[in-house]
Structures are given as structure tokens and as C-alpha cells.
């Protein structure tokens, strides 16, 4: 496997993790309609949240978020509303990111950004 998709997965795994213990029900990790990608999709408190995990182990080029631009947000919320067309009756819904970055020789740096 390559370095980056291990950062990924790493980042991935630690995410879930941290929803989990932030009270977050994981619904599914890396849901996928076609060639569209949900990487968690979770709910919490009556909503149903779409989550985009970025992680780098860098701030050279700036946060992990900032991986997430326009056409990434196209097609989660592309991906978010097939999800929806084959899971009906969910009233509220939210779209977030949950930004990682891995450091050598320091704990994950973890921030949340909801509702984006």
C-alpha cells in the first residue's frame, strides 16, 4: 500500500474512533454510489452526518481541510443525496469534516469542522 493511502486509512480509523467517543452512531465508512465516496457517514442527535475525513502529515501546504475544495464538496453532496434516494426519512442532514494531521513524534492533531 502506498504512503498516502496509509495516511488515509490511518486517518480514517482514527476519525471513526474519535466520532465514536464524541457520541457519534457510525452508520457506514467509506459508503459508495458508483464513483462517488462517502467516507463516514454517521448520526448523532436526530442528524444524520456526512463526513469527509482529510489527512496529512504536514502543515507545509496548510490544514487537511483545505484539501476539501468546491468540487470535493460537489460530489459528497452528490453522493449524500443517492444515499438519501435509497434511505429515505432522515429530516435532517449535515455535511462536515473532520481534518487529521499525523506528525511524526506527536499525537494526531484532530479538529471538526461542522456543518460546512
Not at 471513526?16 to 448523532?44: C, M, P, Q, S
Not at 429530516?91 to 479538529?111: M, N
Request: with cysteine; hydrophobic share 45%.
Amino acid at each position: 500500500m502506498s504512503i498516502h493511502l496509509e495516511i488515509g486509512f490511518k486517518g480514517e480509523e482514527l476519525a471513526a474512533a474519535w466520532l465514536k467517543k464524541k457520541g457519534y452512531t457510525i452508520v457506514h465508512r467509506n459508503w459508495r454510489y458508483r464513483h462517488l465516496e462517502v467516507d463516514i457517514i454517521a448520526f448523532y442527535e436526530f442528524t444524520l452526518h456526512f463526513i469527509e475525513v482529510k489527512t496529512r502529515s504536514t502543515t507545509s501546504f496548510g490544514g487537511p481541510e483545505l484539501g476539501v475544495n468546491w468540487k470535493k464538496m460537489l460530489r459528497l453532496k452528490r453522493a449524500a443525496n443517492h444515499y438519501l434516494l435509497i434511505n429515505p426519512g432522515h429530516a435532517w442532514i449535515q455535511f462536515d469534516i473532520v481534518a487529521i494531521t499525523l506528525c511524526a513524534g506527536k499525537p494526531p492533531f484532530i479538529e471538526f469542522f461542522t456543518d460546512v
